[in-house]
T-cell receptor, first 118, second 117 residues
């Protein structure tokens, strides 16, 4: 059963520490999205990759957040240094771009990484 | 930038009541439309999707949605809700214009549904 896998599922850390979240997209998918979910802001798009290339990271605080896809099976989201306001659930989702430029398929979500920064 | 709005922040219903959750979007071009559900403590799962064809689409668990292009709406319905439908529901829009890479999969703010037993 194909699924998006995220690690860690839960992370508690102290302010100022580096946090790295990992995502394994579904094999064969060529788009990866990172979302942050909080009670106040709902679902916010942080970054979007297509064929490992970042296409949009305008929703991501550039001074402390970075997103990469070292290879087709791994996407990472890093926060350095972390702050209490970064506490949220971070979701990774993958999909298949079949129209040569737009993602027409559905997104499949991972179970999320719940981050708490003290 | 396009946006997706959902009419209600929190809806409370009794079991067997009918449900309609509103969703409107601002994008004027061709779009794909989705409803996702998030059960408490879980990830988002697809309920149904509209790509083309019959504007009335049926999804899992008895849900359906109707695409009304003239109203830019994609409302979710269920004739009789169950306690197990308690969850948060998200409408999502994916524009098919290749120039809108940055607008892929815009989600609405969500509607929390509480079904009382």
């Amino acid at each position: 059963d194909a699924r998006v896998t995220q690690t860690p599922r839960h992370k508690v850390t102290e302010m100022g520490q580096e946090v790295t979240m990992r995502c394994q997209p579904i094999l064969g998918h060529n788009t990866v999205f990172w979302y942050r979910q909080t009670m106040m802001q709902g679902l916010e798009l942080l970054a979007y990759f297509r064929n490992r290339a970042p296409l949009d990271d305008s929703g991501m605080p550039k001074d402390r957040f970075s997103a990469e896809m070292p290879d087709a099976t791994l996407a990472t989201l890093k926060i350095q240094p972390s702050e209490p306001r970064d506490s949220a659930v971070y979701f990774c989702a993958s999909g298949l771009d079949v129209a040569g430029g737009t993602n027409t398929g559905e997104l499949f979500f991972g179970e999320g990484s719940r981050l708490t920064v003290l | 930038a396009q946006s997706v709005s959902q009419h209600n922040h929190h809806v409370i219903l009794s079991e067997a009541a009918s449900l309609e959750l509103g969703c409107n979007y601002s994008y004027g071009g061709t779009v794909n439309l989705f409803w996702y559900v998030q059960y408490p403590g879980q990830h988002l799962q697809l309920l149904l999707k509209y790509f083309s064809g019959d504007p009335l689409v049926k999804g899992i668990k008895g849900f359906e949605a109707e695409f009304i292009k003239s109203k830019f709406s994609f409302n979710l319905r269920k004739p009789s809700v169950q306690w197990s439908d308690t969850a948060e529901y998200f409408c999502a829009v994916n524009p098919l214009d290749p120039s809108n890479y940055g607008q892929n999969f815009v989600f609405g703010p969500g509607t929390r549904l509480s079904v009382l037993p």
